[in-house]
T-cell receptor, first 115, second 110 residues
Framework: GAGVSQSPSNKVTEKGKDVELRCDPI?????LYWYRQSLGQGLEFLIY????????KSGLPSDRFSAERTGGSVSTLTIQRTQQEDSAVYLC?????????????FGPGTRLTVT | LAKTTQPISMDSYEGQEVNITCSHN???????ITWYQQFPSQGPRFIIQ???TKVTNEVASLFIPADRKSSTLSLPRVSLSDTAVYYC???????????FGKGTRLSVIA
């Protein structure tokens, strides 16, 4: 079946502009995560959606970052007034509700470059 | 969650067995050890998970001693396509965000 997809694959934007990044999780997966990865670094958690529960926003670096998940499926990560330090690969992952294993399936990412 | 420590990089020749050790001294009773693999320009991919002793699948083996304060990922007979970054994570049961370190960059040389 289809995996996690993300769009666009690459985005170049000017400093100060807003951007929207999209994630389509695997059908039926109730948990959805956003991470970002700066050059040569590990992944940094941003936000987590689980079913109809309130999202865990504890990883968002500033109030310029927000995300929503409509209908329990597609998610959009929005970055307002982008800054150069926002340049990174933004990764989305989804998983089934499982008591063990917590296996997350990652998309290919969106590479954001802020000029 | 328990912090993990693993080597920054490793080199290996094709056909050799590669062992990557990870330390997690503060692992809790309900934590599992999980390894992800990440190729360039791709998202990470789950490869193996274990709680104790030994786990083996078609990709790798995972060795966990009785005290669970460390673990070793073993890749048999590596090929050039195994060149990737390997992340050791300690995870709770259930769906929680993963905490990634910088991983181990494995370079396989012909």
């Amino acid at each position: 079946g289809a995996g996690v997809s993300q769009s666009p694959s690459n985005k170049v934007t000017e400093k100060g502009k807003d951007v929207e990044l999209r994630c389509d999780p695997i059908s039926g997966h109730t948990a959805l995560y956003w991470y970002r990865q700066s050059l040569g670094q590990g992944l940094e958690f941003l936000i987590y959606f689980q079913g109809n529960s309130a999202p865990d926003k504890s990883g968002l670096p500033s109030d310029r970052f927000s995300a929503e998940r409509t209908g329990g499926s597609v998610s959009t990560l929005t970055i307002q007034r982008t800054q150069q330090e926002d340049s990174a690969v933004y990764l989305c992952a989804s998983s089934l509700v499982q008591l063990l294993r917590n296996e997350q399936y990652f998309g290919p990412g969106t590479r954001l470059t802020v000029t | 969650l328990a912090k993990t420590t693993q080597p920054i990089s490793m080199d290996s020749y094709e056909g050799q067995e590669v062992n990557i050790t990870c330390s997690h001294n503060n692992i809790a009773t309900n934590d599992y050890i999980t390894w992800y693999q990440q190729f360039p320009s791709q998202g990470p991919r789950f490869i193996i998970q274990g709680y104790k002793t030994k786990v083996t699948n078609e990709v790798a083996s995972l060795f966990i001693p009785a005290d669970r304060k460390s673990s070793t990922l073993s890749l048999p007979r590596v090929s050039l396509s195994d060149t990737a970054v390997y992340y050791c994570l300690v995870v709770n049961s259930g769906n929680t965000p993963l905490v990634f370190g910088k991983g181990t960059r494995l370079s396989v040389i012909a």
